[in-house]
Every structure is written in C-alpha cells, then in structure tokens.
C-alpha cells in the first residue's frame, strides 16, 4: 500500500519570503501522480499544483513549485513571496493512474507571519 | 458553473443513530469520492461511485453505505454511529478517464459530524 509521509506539522514563513513543505512517499509502482492540496479554516480543498512521475520536469504554478525526487521518493512543495492568503493547513497526495483514490499526508500548518 | 456542493454542513448525532450526508457533483463530473477527515489528520478514502455503482472501496466497516443517483449526485451512510465517526466528511467529484491518466479531484466543503 502507498503510505505519504509529511515530517513538519507545523511551519511557519515571513510575508514575501520563500517557505518549503517536505513530503515523502512510497510506492512500488513506476507511473503515479502526486498533488499538494491546500485547506483553509473555510475547509475546502483546493488543488495547488501537481505532478506526474513520467515527467522529469518539476511543476510549477505561479509562486507555487515543486522538487520532485523519484529515486528518492521526495515531492517537496516551494512557495515564494509568501502572502497572508497562503495560511492554512497542506496536504501531500499520491495517485495511481487510472481514477485511482487520493492517499494523503497527515498535513503541514503553515502560518504566515505579516 | 457551481461546484460541489454538501449538504448539511454540521450534524450532530448521538451514538447509535444513523445519519445520511448528500453531495452534488461538479456540472459535467460523473464519479463521486467521499473521504473521512478526522481531526488533525489527513481525509482517508471511503468509497467511490460512478455509473451508480461502487467502483473502489477503502479500508471501512460495512456501517458506511453509499449510493449514486442517476443525475450523478451521491448520498453517504453511516449506521450504528460511534463516537470515533465524528469527521469533517468530504466529497470529491471528477470526470472518469478511461484512457488512463488522473482527472482532478474537485472537494466540497465537506460535512462536520458529531456523534455525542
């Protein structure tokens, strides 16, 4: 079974610094997707950005980006120029392909220092 | 274009009774995931439907049923309730990909159960 492992519970960032959110995960499978999730107080889930494993270029959306490390199993998530709106709770997930289900992380708090 | 709607947003039950939570897929999603997220945890997958069957199923006791609607909404139940069911529930709709590949998931708001 997949397991996803976030190492930080808790991190906190300066406004308009740069913060990184840790993820591990693993798998035996070769073709996979991994996604960070992001969830406000307001509990939505919002889809920030995601990756599939058969592309060696990292993702990135805007101020949002990501190291992926196959051979390591490392999908770490980089948020540059912090803002106040980016405070909330991160989740790492891991998908097979094929409409597998989301396997999740147990979350990162990030606080966003004005 | 709404998107996933839940319904109610809080319910709060005693140990023993039932309870029945209803989801409204995004327009033009045909699968709907629901997932249990606990406190301080991360949402572990329940079960999955589409075309009114379910498709893939999580590590859940027989207490929690589900069911998809031809219009592709979904209702989740949960028998019997015990204290430890007390969740945010959330409900996740996309669109089926055949041809392989992962379609986005898109979350509702999700549902605060608890069971007193």
């Known amino acids: 079974a997949q397991t996803v492992t976030q190492s930080q519970p808790e991190m906190s960032v300066q406004e308009a610094e740069t913060v990184t959110l840790s993820c591990t995960y693993d798998?035996?499978?070769?073709?996979?997707?991994l996604f960070w999730y992001k969830q406000p107080p307001s509990r939505q889930m919002i889809l920030v950005i995601r990756?599939?494993?058969?592309?060696?270029q990292n993702a990135t959306e805007n101020r949002f980006s990501v190291n992926f490390q196959k051979a390591a199993k490392s999908f770490s998530l980089k948020i540059s120029d912090s803002q106040l709106g980016d405070a909330a709770m991160y989740f790492c997930?891991?998908?097979?392909?094929?409409?597998?289900?989301?396997?999740f992380g147990k979350g990162t708090r990030l606080s966003v220092i004005a | 274009d709404a998107g996933v709607t839940q319904s109610p947003t809080h319910l709060i039950k005693t140990r023993g009774q039932q309870v029945t939570l209803r989801c409204s897929p995004k327009?033009?999603?045909?699968?709907v995931s629901w997932y249990q997220q606990a406190l301080g945890q991360g949402p572990q997958f329940i079960f999955q439907?589409?075309?009114?069957?379910?498709?893939q199923r999580g590590n859940f006791p027989d207490r929690f049923s589900g069911h998809q609607f031809p219009n592709y909404s979904s209702e989740l139940n949960v028998n019997a309730l015990l204290l430890g069911d007390s969740a945010l529930y959330l409900c996740?709709?996309?669109?089926?990909?055949?041809?392989?590949?992962?379609?986005?998931?898109?979350f509702g708001p999700g549902t605060r159960l608890t069971v007193l």
């Open positions: 996740a709709s996309s669109l089926l990909n055949r041809l392989a590949g992962q379609n986005e998931q898109f």
């Open positions: 798998t035996s499978e070769s073709d996979y997707y």
């Open positions: 990756q599939e494993a058969y592309k060696q």
């Open positions: 997930a891991f998908a097979n392909s094929g409409n597998t289900p989301l396997v």
């Open positions: 327009s033009g999603h045909d699968t």
């Open positions: 439907y589409y075309e009114e069957e379910e498709r």
